[in-house]
């Protein structure tokens, strides 16, 4: 099984700054970076199967909300491969509520992201896998 790491976030210097964190972190060789939700959604749809992913989504973006792309994750066939984590500047806690009420969410993290979170998502029991220690 393979991990495919995207980071969907319209502000293009955080895909950057992530893209090199998690390259660093040993986390993907090679993020994907998309700056809408559509964009990302479509890649998924198009990717062959036996592959599992990693999304670090923004909630608040144009055209595509995060929520409506976590909709659209749901109603996917491999919906059980697809592993979330919330990427925000929102410190509203009912976003945070709201975001692990979705089955596909598993860390909700706040902007500026930073290498000890990221480095323990390694840890996670959904993803440890594609972790080797």
Known sequence: MELDVLVIDD???FNLMANIMLRDLGITTQPK??????????FIRQSKKGISY????????????????????????????????????SIDRADKEKALDFKQVINFMTKPINREELSALKEHEKIAVFFPR
Do not use: K, R, Y
Not at 33 to 42: D, K, M, R
Not at 54 to 79: Q, R, Y
């Open 33 to 42: 970076c998309f700056t809408s939700g559509q964009e990302a959604l479509a």
């Open 54 to 89: 990693l999304l670090f989504l923004d909630i608040n973006m144009p055209t595509m909300s995060g929520w409506e792309v976590l909709d659209h994750l749901g109603a996917m066939p491999n919906h059980l491969d697809i592993h979330v984590v919330i990427v925000t500047s």
């Open 11 to 13: 502000d293009e210097i």
